[in-house]
């Protein structure tokens, strides 16, 4: 009977994906979720994790979000440019991970690579992005 439940469940799931994003973008999310180690979700999922509590923001508004503060777009950002360093993801996978459009993904890392320290507000950020990737390895450390 719990087999049965599960199965039924994972079917209602994947017929909303396909409702909801299409049958082409639902097997590539699907493809990439497949590429990734058990260790390389684990990190991906620190980065998030980490990354949303310096932002004050839940995992929900920074994936399904449609406000742009500046809270939620810096998260986007720093996740994007933190998982292609750490984890040396692409950017597709990176956009299937975040829910984002790929040229958006390649927009938040451009922007995110050129933070000028001379300019107050970059500083901080390029600062709270440190600050996150070293959290980010002392949790990967315990973890371990």
Do not use: W
């Amino acid at each position: 009977m719990e087999k049965r439940n599960s199965s039924t469940q994972l079917i209602e799931v994947l017929l909303k994906s396909i409702d909801k994003m299409g049958i082409k973008k639902t097997i590539q999310i699907l493809e990439v979720s497949q590429n990734f180690s058990d260790d390389n979700k684990s990190l991906i999922e620190t980065i998030i994790v980490v990354t949303c509590n310096h932002f004050n923001i839940s995992h929900s508004v920074l994936i399904n979000g449609r406000k742009n503060i500046p809270n939620r777009t810096n998260a986007i950002g720093i996740c994007a440019v933190l998982l292609l360093r750490i984890c040396k993801l692409s950017q597709r996978e990176i956009s299937a991970i975040l829910k984002k459009d790929a040229s958006l993904i390649n927009k938040y890392i451009k922007r995110f690579d050129n933070l000028d320290s001379n300019f107050k507000d970059d500083l901080e950020l390029k600062n709270k992005m440190n600050s996150i990737r070293t959290e980010v390895q002392t949790q990967i450390k315990i973890i371990k």
